[in-house]
Every structure is written in C-alpha cells, then in structure tokens.
C-alpha cells in the first residue's frame, strides 16, 4: 500500500525562502496535528477522533515557509515500534527494498520519499523512528537536538526523548526539509575542509561494520577511534523511559480492547515500568549524555552504523519475528539528546546500509554540514543508490 492514511493539499505562505520558492511537497506523519485533520495515531483505538483545531507549531513552520503538505502517513501504531507493519492503517511497502519491511515508527514518511511522492516528511524519532526507517528505506533522515523543534501538537504531549525531524531523498533535501520546520536552523556552506570524525567500536554484522568502515576510509577524512562504553546501558535505559512515557500517553487506551496485539503487549509490559526503574535510567542518562559530549570534544561528529543488522524481511515480521536490537545504535543517541542523521550507502547483497553521525546538542547546522561534505566525497547525491 502507499504510505498515505489520509490525502490533502494545503499550502502555505509565498515568503522569501527556498521551500516557497519551489513549493515544496511535505507529508505529515500522523502523530502531528494538521487542522481540520483527525490525529489517529496509526490506532484503531482513536478511529471516531474528531478534527483538530490548529497546526501543530511545526505543520504552520512549515506553510509559513511556503511548503504545501499533501497528506498525512501511516505508522506503527502509537510510534510504539520498529517494523512498521499495522494490521489497521496499513503497512506501507517498501520502495527500494521490497522484501524488507519499511521500518518504524515513521514506516509512512520514509515510504512516501522512497516512492518520490513528496520532496519531504515529516517523521518523529522516540527510539530511532526517524533514522531506522530511513535507513530500512535507502533515504536520509535527521533527528535534530532535543527541543530544538517545537512539538507543541505532536502526539504524545509530553516527552523527554522524542524529537520531530524530516526525512528525504538527498542532503540537500533533507537540509532545505529542516529549515523550513526550524526558522531558526541557518544551513552552512559545506566548503573544502576535512572534518574529523570519531568512529566508536559497536556490535554489528561484519557485513555492515564492513561497508561502514570502508565508506569512512574511501573519504580520506581524520578518523579517530573513541569510546562509548555506555552505549548498551543507555539502549537499555532508553527503553525504560519510552515504556514509562508511553504508557502515560496511551495506556489508557487498552481498556478499548482496540489496540492492536503487538502494541498492547508491549504497553502491557510497559506498565510495570517502577519509579526505581525510571530514576536508574535518569541516572544512566545523565552519565551517558557526558560521555557523549567527551566523545565529541575532539571530532566534528561520531560515526557508526545506524543499523546493527539488516532489516528483517517482511515475511518474518508477518510470522511474528522480533529484533530486539534493531535500535541499539540509534536510541541511546534519544535517551542523550544529541543530533544525528542518518545516511545511505551503496546496498550490500541488495539490501541497505546506513551510516549514522552524531553532532554536539544545538549544532545541528554542522552536523548537516559535515553529511553533506561526506556525500560529496562518497560521490555525490547518486551514491546511496548504487549496488
């Protein structure tokens, strides 16, 4: 199926700015108000929601840039995982890998820019629901610092890790999608330097550890090894904090007894979810939020793989597979608040490769800098979809 849940045309101011200019085309992840719209959430449960009354502060960003939003998208139901597949809204297809699920939360976002049905979307990331479903995709994504978009009208209220962000075919896409949702965000000139990147160890298939490694070393930029020790507690700790904050914002909704079973399941366990266990994670969060600013005291950004493994194929979600991990190398990043984006590399064995950067918190001009000048050296904006 398309990765729309709902088709609309609104469009926004004509002010001096490259999205006016051109009109860009924005989808909507359904999580986000959009006036005269129901937010719905991917969930069976919220199916008689009535219109909203205003834009989300990020959908009028948008319109105020000159954008024009065609429609809202699928999800995993309440952004609560990381296939994509719901048995109720749909589940999109995935357009470049077909056989591979489209990834999750934001499945609908990422499927619409593969499909080149949108110049770009509108996706949020809890746990890595903006990057891993780029990646799954073959697309670029951006999960900028924490608070530095507004979320006033984005499901759920309240959070300490969800962030909105846009995904797109290309940098230069991606870099106009985040201007045009962020008045403030200022987009550098990439220039000719050699920015310096720290490449901390990870667990991954040697496979993509491989092409990862590689890509780093064909741009001929300062690498430096750094260490990230903390990185399994924080994935582990990131999960505590969604269960926590999710099962505030939609554990109520169990009692309809129409949420769907993945989900409910997962809210189910979310619901023993303790204080003691949420101030361990705080604290593990505290700690790891350091190391990470450690880690980029010396180096222009971290890099690694945005995905530990593969994508699971379509088949096995449908059977009921798990991938506990999927997010192991993308959630911690929430849990701490930096930016990251993630990037595509030429598919290995026709299935896709993310490289992920992580930037200091408010510097997400550079950040997108320094992807830009990779993608130059890696062969400009084609290279993600060669084999």
Request: glycine share 12%; charged share 20%.
């Amino acid at each position: 199926m398309s990765g729309f849940v709902q088709r609309c045309v609104i469009s926004g101011g004509d002010g001096l700015t490259a999205a006016a200019v051109n009109r860009l085309t924005v989808a909507v992840k359904d999580t986000v108000d959009i006036a005269g719209l129901p937010t719905k959430a991917g969930s069976r449960a919220l199916d008689d929601a009535p219109p909203v009354a205003a834009h989300a502060a990020v959908v009028q960003a948008v319109l105020d840039a000159g954008c024009r939003i065609v429609g809202k998208t699928v999800l995993h139901e309440f952004a609560y995982g990381m296939t994509g597949l719901n048995d109720w809204s749909g589940t999109p297809l995935n357009p470049r890998f077909p056989a591979l699920v489209p990834g999750g939360s934001s499945s609908g976002s990422a499927a619409v820019v593969a499909e080149g049905l949108v110049d770009f979307a509108i996706g949020t990331d809890t746990g890595g629901s903006i990057r891993l479903p780029a990646a799954c995709c073959g697309i670029f994504g951006l999960k900028p610092t924490f608070g530095r978009i507004d979320r006033r009208g984005v499901m759920p209220e309240h959070t300490s890790l969800d962030c909105v962000g846009p995904m797109a075919a290309d940098i230069a896409m991606l870099v106009a999608g985040i201007a045009a949702m962020d008045p403030t965000f200022r987009p550098r000139t990439p220039g000719e330097g050699f920015p310096r990147l720290g490449m901390p160890a990870v667990d991954a298939e040697p496979a993509i550890a491989g092409a990862v490694a590689a890509a780093l070393h064909r741009t001929g930029l300062p690498l430096r090894s750094v260490r990230l020790d903390g990185l399994k507690a924080a994935f582990d700790a990131g999960l505590v904090v969604i269960n926590a904050e999710t099962w505030a914002a939609c554990g109520a909704y169990l009692a309809t007894g129409l949420v769907g079973p993945d989900v409910a399941a997962r809210l189910e366990r979310a619901r023993a979810t303790t204080a003691d266990d949420l101030a361990a994670a705080e604290a593990v969060r505290a700690e790891f939020t350091a190391e990470v600013d450690r880690a980029l005291s010396d180096v222009d950004a971290l890099a690694l793989p945005t995905l530990p493994s593969f994508p699971m194929t379509l088949a096995d979600a449908r059977a009921g597979k798990v991938d506990l991990g999927a997010s192991a190398l993308v959630r911690p990043f929430n849990l701490s608040g930096h930016p990251a984006l993630t990037l595509p590399l030429p598919a290995v064995d026709g299935r896709p490769v993310g490289l992920q950067l992580v930037g200091r918190k408010g510097e997400d001009e550079a950040l997108c800098a320094v992807a830009q000048r990779l993608v130059t050296l890696l062969g400009g904006p084609d290279q993600e979809n060669k084999d």
